[in-house]
């Protein structure tokens, strides 16, 4: 993946070229004496309005309950990862949170430089490279990954779209996703299904922009997506998912927000798949103040336990759309249904 190469590339330059900064972090500060937890963003920054700006707020609430405070450092460039992850080790954080797949490669890094200090990662897994080896087990005893089954609340959100879409008098829904990433595909392939599962013969149209930043790629995307017919827009692709939101906006369509309920984005929005990422940062925190911290392994947050869900719905929406949608959660919880991950 042409991303994920780049990526890979600028971490390997700047462990060379910042060896002598990771040396010299040493171990946490012996002087911290309050409890302090950091989080370091992705290049989408904290004001994404989405997945970054919901780990910051758990971040927050974690330290706070934790008794402590919270340390947010912002990424604006992928150059600024492992710098900001030795920040961290050197103020004398805790524990250290790092916002998604960008920030694996650093997070392996500083983790195998500190082995002593704790790490988590949201929205990936450690039993996946570079965290784990070739077999799938994981690398790093102080490393958690946070990972949600998106594919659950995204399924029922597509059989309340295609009920939409019907109701405007189309068969037509459609999805813009950022990086055809793993954590992307998800929720786009368990839309889909939802959707034909519950109006047949829906079609869902995607259209991945290569990007989670840059909201013009996203809009043009999805307004092309409206051209073709699409009554009801899923934006999977952080900050940039904004610009689709915008494009069912100004065709006076239906938009589905992503990780944050982004119902106060407008009345355009028709729900949102709810990914519990403050929720997951903050357990996560608590767990270290708590002693419960487990490293090497992965704790998954599902419909089962809240750490996914279905947003703020449209009161212009039937009821018995919403009925017939939530039958299926249930459905789900108890296996019957299996969502799929792929598309």
């Given at each position: 993946m042409k991303v994920r190469t780049s990526v890979v590339g600028a971490v390997v330059a700047l462990v060379a070229f910042s060896a002598l900064i990771i040396s010299s972090a040493g171990t946490a500060s012996s002087s911290q004496d309050k409890f302090l937890a950091g989080v370091v963003s992705d290049v989408g920054r904290f004001n994404d309005?989405?997945?970054?700006?919901?780990?910051?707020?758990?971040?927050?609430?974690?330290?706070?309950?934790?008794?402590?405070?919270?340390?947010?450092?912002?990424?604006?460039?992928?150059?600024?990862?492992?710098?900001?992850?030795?920040?961290l080790q050197r103020e004398g954080a805790d524990i250290a949170i790092t916002v998604g797949f960008l920030l694996a490669d650093g997070t392996a890094t500083i983790a195998k430089r500190f082995p002593n200090s704790k790490y988590a990662i949201v929205d990936y897994s450690v039993k996946d490279a570079p965290l784990a080896n070739k077999q799938g087990k994981p690398l790093f005893k102080n490393v958690v990954g946070m990972t949600f089954a998106t594919n659950e609340n995204s399924y029922m959100i597509g059989c309340l779209a295609a009920q939409m879409a019907k109701r405007r008098g189309g068969n037509t829904i459609s999805a813009v996703g950022g990086i055809p990433l793993p954590t992307v595909n998800i929720f786009i392939a368990a839309y889909r299904a939802g959707a034909a599962r519950c109006v047949k013969g829906t079609k869902?149209?995607?259209?991945?922009?290569?990007?989670?930043?840059?909201?013009?790629?996203?809009?043009?995307?999805?307004?092309?997506?409206?051209?073709?017919?699409?009554?009801?827009?899923?934006?999977?692709?952080?900050?940039?998912?904004?610009?689709?939101?915008?494009?069912?906006?100004?065709?006076?369509?239906?938009?589905?927000?992503?990780?944050?309920?982004?119902?106060?984005?407008?009345?355009?929005?028709?729900?949102?798949?709810?990914?519990?990422?403050?929720?997951?940062?903050?357990?996560?925190?608590?767990?270290?103040?708590?002693?419960?911290?487990?490293?090497?392994?992965?704790?998954?947050?599902?419909?089962?336990?809240?750490?996914?869900?279905?947003?703020?719905?449209?009161?212009?929406?039937?009821?018995?759309?919403?009925?017939?949608?939530?039958?299926?959660?249930?459905?789900?919880?108890?296996?019957?249904?299996?969502?799929?991950?792929?598309?």
């Open positions: 309005k989405s997945f970054n700006q919901l780990a910051l707020q758990g971040c927050r609430t974690g330290a706070k309950t934790a008794g402590g405070t919270c340390r947010a450092l912002e990424s604006r460039a992928t150059s600024d990862y492992i710098p900001n992850l030795v920040r869902t149209l995607i259209d991945f922009s290569q990007d989670f930043v840059d909201q013009a790629k996203c809009k043009e995307l999805a307004l092309s997506q409206l051209d073709r017919g699409s009554k009801v827009v899923f934006a999977v692709a952080g900050g940039c998912g904004l610009g689709a939101l915008d494009a069912a906006k100004e065709r006076g369509l239906w938009g589905v927000g992503v990780d944050k309920d982004q119902a106060f984005l407008g009345a355009h929005i028709l729900t949102s798949a709810v990914k519990k990422v403050d929720v997951a940062v903050a357990s996560t925190i608590t767990s270290v103040a708590n002693n419960k911290y487990r490293g090497g392994t992965n704790a998954v947050f599902n419909l089962k336990n809240n750490g996914v869900g279905v947003g703020k719905i449209s009161n212009k929406v039937p009821k018995a759309y919403i009925k017939k949608m939530n039958a299926l959660r249930p459905l789900i919880i108890s296996g019957r249904i299996k969502p799929p991950k792929t598309l």
